[in-house]
């Protein structure tokens, strides 16, 4: 009788509309409104509300359009992840060159009318993960109802991913991390190892979660499989290496992380200091407006005061080093799909715990995965999962001294990892759950 009905349940679950996709266009609509309504509304300016960070990512895709791919890393924009995201937005940054489109960098326009073709490419890229999340948790056999709970919840930390961040690259590389780790519970190797080799090159901390992937993979497979996986980045970083070695090697190795806006850490008096803090002018652009109701934009030099700038790479070694250590116990006691997502999940959010300076939305992958594996398991531990991940996400807004704030998200986050670890024979070997 159950299978009778089991195709019937499916035929339903076909004909509702898939969560990913309400979530997608829940971004999309939501996003723009946000960007283009926001100011005008509530704050009463004649501006838009558009991510600075993502100008900087439009400025480096601007040098690719022009044939600079070796000067990414040597420009004042601060590009300092892998160059998958500029290599990507190079053709939407010529296209709007060539409709002499204004951009926000490297002077901030209220309305820079190039946003009106980059944000609504920032909102999709961004959503572009959670369908393989919903696909994953299909897999996992989580109820529908989860799925739409989860899915929900990943849309609320990917909207402020990127319509408030502008860091689409984080989305890509965790969408394409997904698709990896499924395809390796495929069985399909390669295809597992491009997918990551693509996710590494949008985002380089995708790497954490390469070692648990590859443990799936047949001993004799993993040359060619870490080689897959390391080729995508290095093709694109060999023109910057070899034309700009010192700036390139400067920004992947050290990796600034600047203070004004985001939160420290205990770590922070162990982070090297690559700018002092000091004091300087800068010139301030703004909108006023005229007497007959025309706006002009007008620059300001004032005096600003710059705490230091760190280096977060080296801290983040550490979380790299321990992945491998999760990579090697998988290995070793090969995990169901669950058991890999689990471990992956803590890969990702161990990132957050050896940051030197955080920023909210470091803690979106790995809380993702978390609250992902937790839709198919018991309700107490789903809903006690998905509470540590709605309130780590939203109490990591709120400016603290270090101690309290860290103590507070490693908490959180360990609590989460905890309700959603799955059952003891998803995480461990055939051999072990029947030893006595």
């Known amino acids: 009788m159950a299978s009778a009905d089991a195709p019937a349940a499916q035929r339903r679950d076909g004909r509702r509309p898939s969560a990913a996709l309400v979530g997608s266009l829940v971004i999309l609509v939501t996003g723009l409104a946000y960007s283009f309504c926001w100011q005008a509304v509530l704050g009463h300016q004649w501006a838009w509300s558009t991510p600075s960070d993502l100008w900087t990512s439009f400025r480096a895709a601007q040098y690719v359009s022009w044939g600079g791919l070796a000067q990414i890393y040597n420009n004042p924009a601060a590009y300092q992840t892998f160059p998958a995201l500029a290599v990507a937005l190079s053709p ?9 489109l204004t951009s926000a960098y490297p002077v901030d326009l209220g309305r820079p009318s190039a946003w009106c073709l980059l944000g609504p490419v920032d909102l999709v890229l961004g959503s572009l993960v959670l369908f393989p999340l919903e696909r994953l948790m299909r897999r996992l056999g989580a109820p529908r109802h989860r799925r739409y709970l989860v899915v929900g919840l990943t849309t609320a930390l990917v909207w402020l991913l990127v319509a408030y961040w ?22 399909r190797w390669l295809r597992m190892a491009l997918l990551l080799g693509v996710g590494v090159a949008f985002q380089p901390l995708i790497i954490l979660i390469a070692p648990l992937a590859i443990s799936r993979v047949p001993p004799r497979h993993w040359p060619a499989a870490a080689g897959t996986v390391l080729a995508p980045s290095t093709l694109l970083l060999l023109v910057p290496l070899a034309r700009q070695w010192r700036a390139t090697t ?34 301030v652009s703004h909108y006023v407006t005229l007497p007959h109701g025309a706006h002009r934009l007008v620059q300001t030099e004032i005096t600003v005061f710059d705490p230091n700038v760190v280096a977060a790479g080296p801290g983040r070694l550490v979380a790299v080093a321990v992945s491998f250590a999760l990579g090697v116990l998988a290995w070793r006691r090969r995990p169901t799909l669950a058991g890999i997502v689990w471990l992956a999940g803590i890969a990702l959010a161990l990132r957050c715990v050896v940051e030197p300076v955080m920023v909210p939305y470091y803690l979106v992958p790995g809380t993702v995965l978390l609250v992902a594996v937790s839709s198919s398991s018991s309700i107490r531990r789903f809903v006690l999962s998905a509470i540590a991940v709605t309130l780590v996400s939203w109490l990591s807004y709120w400016h603290a001294t270090p101690w309290p704030y860290y103590v507070m998200m490693l908490a959180l986050l360990v609590l989460a990892a905890m309700a959603s670890r799955p059952r003891h024979r998803d995480v461990s070997s055939a051999a072990d759950v029947a030893s006595p």
């Open 250 to 283: 400067h920004r992947l190795w050290h990796q600034p992380n600047y203070l004004p806006l985001n939160h420290p850490t205990p770590w922070l008096r162990l982070a090297p200091v690559l700018v002092p803090a000091h004091w300087r002018r800068i010139q």
């Open 166 to 187: 502008g860091h689409p690259e984080d989305s890509v590389a965790l969408a394409l991390g997904l698709g990896a780790l499924l395809a390796g519970d495929d069985g």
């Open 92 to 100: 939407l940054a010529y296209l709007c060159d060539h409709l002499h």
